[in-house]
């Protein structure tokens, strides 16, 4: 399902800060040598991610789904002089990829790349994250937010990406479709959790913020 005309998808891009050189290269890269390419941030929602970071500063960034990269340093322009990036990714085809990029950017030696199973590896990372992305495997979605919300104190932002899941959320559920079954149990929660005050923004496929009281 498309939100936007085509045109009007355009328009915004063309009337939002323009897209950085290397995340045009990489972007680039990903569609010719990366299965499913439609899976990295984009342009407009690369930009979302670049000011909500700046906009918060943080000093600790967790990403859990770096797939090739970008979202990574979209959120990493936003990181304070001596801020850190931990990001996690299952896919360690990726890995050489990611860190040619990251190294290409100014934030190298900021963005710490973390390969495996994120509920496995998030208990172990030492910090306590300012800034939190999810756009990993959708079924895990609530175990990574439990995760992450560990690592967050009051203020903290968690972000969640594919909410709208191309529409497939105001839609008949089918039997087997598992991944819009578990963001439609998400999303209630994130609504109706406590501990979180949160709203639904329509950016590309649906991007949720929820602050952390």
Not at 13 to 33: D, F, G, I, Y
Not at 59 to 83: D, Q, V
Not at 119 to 130: A, G, H, K, M, S
Not at 145 to 157: D, L, P, Q, R, T
Request: charged share 25%; glycine share 6%; with cysteine.
């Amino acid at each position: 399902m498309h939100f936007l005309a085509p045109i009007l998808e355009t328009y915004i891009a063309e009337n939002s800060q323009q897209e950085p050189v290397l995340l045009t290269a990489l972007t680039r890269e990903t569609h010719l040598k990366v299965v499913h390419p439609r899976m990295i941030t984009g342009h407009h929602q690369g930009r979302v991610l670049s000011l909500l970071s700046k906009i918060i500063a943080p000093k600790r960034i967790l990403e859990i789904g770096t797939y090739t990269g970008y979202s990574a340093i979209c959120l990493a322009e936003g990181l304070r002089k001596n801020g850190k990036l931990h990001t996690i990714d299952i896919n360690e085809e990726l890995y050489d990829l990611q860190r040619r990029y990251f190294n290409k950017s100014s934030f190298g030696q900021q963005i710490i790349q973390h390969t495996g199973d994120a509920i496995q590896i998030i208990p172990d990372l030492n910090e306590v994250f300012d800034l939190v992305f999810i756009d990993a495997e959708k079924t895990q979605y609530d175990d990574y937010f439990e995760a992450a919300i560990k690592k967050c104190v009051s203020g903290s932002i968690i972000l969640s990406d594919n909410v709208l899941w191309s529409g497939k959320v105001v839609e008949p559920v089918k039997k087997n479709d598992k991944a819009t079954a578990a963001l439609l149990a998400y999303n209630k929660k994130l609504n109706t959790d406590a501990r979180v005050e949160t709203v639904v923004l329509p950016v590309r496929d649906g991007l949720t913020l929820s602050r952390v009281l």
